[in-house]
């Protein structure tokens, strides 16, 4: 056998810090990791302190209702929650509130972009994060318990992923989904949005379960991909060497002076759920989960990213992946969908949007919310192109100068002058002296070398700082040619 003999087979679990206002189980703020300062959100319930009785988060819930529905899973007709026992440092009531054999959400599925197709959803259950450990460099670690109880809803799938890119691919669908619900930020450089993968190999064509591996904590799509082909390897390497796959948790290692120098590192051997002991929680008791509480958390779902992918590569002609650039976050789609309201192609939107548009965007740090252009501003930049009234090159300009100034693209045209260049008048007198200054490929064009008139109007954008319309450039200097043509 060799290593195109086996096939992998990848389960995914999704840990999504839930956006509320406040924790799963007690009053204590949710903070914003990168700039909060540590262990500032604390009480005795999310430190677990003898006595404190944790009450749950109604948001936190109607959330994790809302990213079950869209899952297309079957919600439970009550919420109950279970304790996960263990001692960590970053646990240090030794147990994790969280939900075991009834999780709010199960038996769904989401439809992935591309050769990856459905992929079947298990369980989504709603639990508590825990604290954050911080690794100093005198080999100490310290403990933040900002991040302790802040409400998390963990996504378990089928093992119904058969590769790196397609384990990527749904990451990224269901990100989409939890930002269209403003349900999770998305933003994984903050850890709000973390992820692990289960792993194992067989041989292509047949059906079996083999022993898996678990890669804990991967914060980023890139990391995600590396690691399972790193482990698909490394799995595929030993069962060929004549050792066997043990059930452990893997961690991700990086090198410190070289990004791209990563390995797997065998943590523990992988506990099994009996290993945790769960019970019922004593201090929460079961909610009963209305029909209609359902019901009406059903209708105020948005059109979800692949629904409204589909509808604007039907109703504005866009491209499959255009569609899906410009729906991949709702904000985005909401702002092209107002620019088309103003333009007369959907098409030319689209291009405008996820070319210089998102150039600009990209460079002030992605935050459309902080973008000083709205979309009729947008709108009305496009149809002065499309009038004729600048030049698709000086537009580009007249756009980062929006971006910067907050102005409207007719006045800056106008305080710039960078209005098109046109009609006769305007374009002879630069297609004459482009025409004599130029002797020798005026001579190589009267020979019959035709792309030599391309380079001449090239040459007179360039003397008009590209506001010369283009048509009439052409125009204008085949006429100035055909005068000077030798008889």
Same mark, same amino acid.
């Given at each position: 056998?060799?290593?195109?003999?086996?096939?992998?087979?990848?389960? *995914?679990?999704?840990?999504?810090? *839930?956006?509320?206002?406040?924790?799963?189980? %007690?009053?204590?703020?949710? $903070?914003?990791?990168?700039?909060?300062?540590?262990?500032?959100?604390? %009480?005795?319930?999310?430190?677990?302190?003898?006595?404190?009785?944790?009450?749950?988060?109604?948001?936190?819930?109607?959330?994790?209702?809302?990213?079950?529905?869209?899952?297309?899973?079957?919600?439970?007709?009550?919420?109950?929650?279970?304790?996960?026992?263990?001692?960590?440092?970053?646990?240090?009531?030794?147990?994790?509130?969280?939900?075991?054999?009834?999780?709010?959400?199960?038996?769904?599925?989401?439809?992935?972009?591309?050769?990856?197709?459905? #992929?079947?959803?298990?369980?989504?259950?709603?639990?508590?994060?825990?604290?954050?450990?911080?690794?100093?460099?005198?080999?100490?670690?310290?403990?933040?318990?900002?991040?302790?109880?802040?409400?998390?809803?963990?996504?378990?799938?089928?093992?119904?992923?058969?590769?790196?890119?397609?384990?990527?691919?749904?990451?990224?669908?269901?990100?989409?989904?939890?930002?269209?619900?403003?349900?999770?930020?998305?933003?994984?450089?903050?850890?709000?949005?973390?992820?692990?993968?289960?792993?194992?190999?067989?041989?292509?064509?047949?059906?079996?379960?083999? &022993?898996?591996? +678990?890669?804990?904590? $991967?914060?980023?799509?890139?990391?995600? @991909?590396?690691?399972?082909?790193?482990?698909?390897?490394?799995?595929?390497?030993?069962? $060929?060497?004549? @050792?066997? #796959?043990?059930?452990?948790?893997?961690?991700? +290692?990086?090198?410190?002076?070289?990004?791209?120098?990563?390995?797997?590192?065998?943590?523990?051997?992988?506990?099994?759920?009996?290993?945790?002991?769960?019970?019922?929680?004593?201090?929460?008791?079961?909610?009963?989960?209305?029909?209609?509480?359902?019901?009406?958390?059903?209708?105020?779902?948005?059109?979800?990213?692949?629904?409204?992918?589909?509808?604007?590569?039907?109703?504005?002609?866009?491209?499959?992946?255009?569609?899906?650039?410009?729906?991949?976050?709702?904000?985005?789609?909401?702002?092209?969908?107002?620019?088309?309201?103003?333009?007369?192609?959907?098409?030319?939107?689209?291009?405008?949007? $996820?070319?210089?548009?998102?150039?600009?965007?990209?460079?002030? @740090? @992605?935050?459309?919310?902080?973008?000083? #252009?709205?979309?009729?501003?947008?709108?009305?930049?496009?149809?002065?192109?499309?009038?004729?009234?600048?030049?698709?090159?000086?537009?580009?300009?007249?756009?980062?100068?929006?971006?910067?100034?907050?102005?409207?693209?007719?006045?800056?045209?106008?305080?710039?002058?960078?209005?098109?260049?046109?009609?006769?008048?305007?374009?002879?007198?630069?297609?004459?002296?482009?025409?004599?200054?130029?002797?020798?490929?005026?001579?190589?064009?009267?020979?019959?070398?035709?792309?030599?008139?391309?380079?001449?109007?090239?040459?007179?954008?360039?003397?008009?700082?590209?506001?010369?319309?283009?048509?009439? &450039?052409?125009?204008?200097?085949?006429?100035?040619?055909?005068?000077?043509?030798?008889?």
């Amino acid at each position: 056998m060799t290593a195109t003999d086996f096939e992998p087979v990848i389960g *995914l679990e999704i840990h999504a810090e *839930l956006q509320t206002r406040s924790k799963m189980f %007690c009053g204590c703020p949710v $903070l914003d990791p990168l700039v909060s300062e540590p262990n500032v959100a604390v %009480c005795p319930v999310c430190v677990g302190l003898p006595g404190a009785l944790p009450v749950a988060n109604r948001r936190a819930v109607e959330l994790g209702i809302s990213v079950g529905l869209a899952l297309n899973c079957q919600i439970r007709d009550f919420l109950a929650f279970a304790r996960k026992n263990y001692f960590y440092p970053d646990l240090p009531k030794g147990y994790q509130i969280s939900q075991h054999e009834y999780p709010i959400a199960f038996n769904g599925h989401i439809d992935v972009p591309g050769p990856t197709g459905r #992929v079947r959803i298990r369980r989504a259950h709603l639990e508590e994060d825990t604290a954050k450990l911080v690794h100093a460099s005198d080999g100490t670690t310290l403990v933040d318990f900002n991040r302790s109880s802040v409400p998390l809803f963990e996504i378990v799938t089928e093992p119904d992923i058969h590769s790196a890119e397609g384990a990527m691919a749904y990451a990224s669908a269901v990100r989409d989904v939890l930002r269209y619900l403003g349900a999770n930020s998305g933003d994984m450089e903050k850890g709000v949005l973390r992820l692990e993968a289960n792993v194992s190999v067989r041989e292509r064509g047949t059906t079996d379960l083999n &022993t898996r591996t +678990e890669i804990k904590n $991967l914060n980023s799509f890139s990391s995600l @991909g590396r690691g399972i082909e790193l482990e698909v390897q490394r799995q595929i390497a030993l069962i $060929l060497s004549g @050792g066997k #796959v043990r059930q452990a948790t893997m961690g991700w +290692e990086q090198a410190e002076n070289d990004r791209d120098r990563v390995k797997l590192v065998e943590q523990r051997i992988k506990e099994n759920a009996d290993d945790y002991r769960y019970f019922p929680e004593p201090d929460l008791r079961p909610v009963p989960v209305s029909r209609e509480w359902v019901a009406r958390l059903r209708l105020e779902l948005p059109e979800l990213p692949t629904a409204r992918a589909d509808r604007f590569r039907t109703a504005f002609g866009l491209s499959a992946a255009d569609a899906e650039l410009l729906t991949a976050d709702r904000a985005l789609g909401d702002y092209f969908e107002a620019v088309v309201r103003g333009v007369s192609t959907p098409k030319v939107a689209a291009n405008w949007m $996820l070319g210089e548009f998102m150039r600009l965007l990209n460079e002030g @740090g @992605g935050e459309l919310s902080s973008v000083k #252009v709205t979309a009729d501003a947008l709108a009305e930049l496009i149809r002065e192109v499309e009038q004729g009234n600048v030049t698709p090159s000086s537009a580009k300009s007249v756009l980062a100068d929006m971006f910067a100034s907050g102005e409207r693209a007719p006045a800056v045209i106008a305080r710039r002058g960078l209005t098109t260049l046109r009609g006769a008048d305007a374009l002879t007198p630069v297609a004459e002296k482009i025409v004599t200054d130029n002797p020798a490929q005026v001579a190589q064009y009267f020979a019959g070398k035709e792309n030599v008139f391309q380079w001449l109007v090239g040459q007179i954008m360039k003397a008009t700082k590209g506001q010369a319309d283009a048509q009439q &450039t052409r125009t204008t200097l085949q006429a100035v040619l055909e005068a000077r043509r030798p008889k």
